[in-house]
């Protein structure tokens, strides 16, 4: 392997904390993404405040409504930067 790209956490964002600001920049309420994705608001809720955990299946869902990659919700704060090996 002679290059390489390294992830390294950048920033500390919980998973509901990403949601929340991903969905705030999409100018989506919480009743509006739950209609658009089948997730009740009140789960909505539960993740943005990291009382429920959001598991792949509703990181796939949510990542579609909010025009995402799920791993942009499941890996808030992950930058990859270039690495070359020696």
């Not at 943005?48 to 409504?65: M, P």
């Not at 909010?66 to 690495?83: N, S, T, Y």
């Amino acid at each position: 392997m002679k290059n390489y790209r390294k992830a390294q956490k950048t920033v500390d964002v919980s998973v509901g904390e990403s949601v929340r600001i991903i969905r705030e920049l999409q100018e989506l309420s919480q009743t509006e993404l739950a209609r658009l994705t089948g997730i009740p608001q009140s789960t909505i809720s539960g993740i943005e405040n990291d009382r429920i955990q959001i598991g792949v299946e509703r990181a796939k869902v949510l990542a579609r409504a909010l025009r995402c990659h799920p791993a942009v919700l499941v890996f808030p704060g992950w930058e990859i930067k270039d690495q070359k090996a020696a």
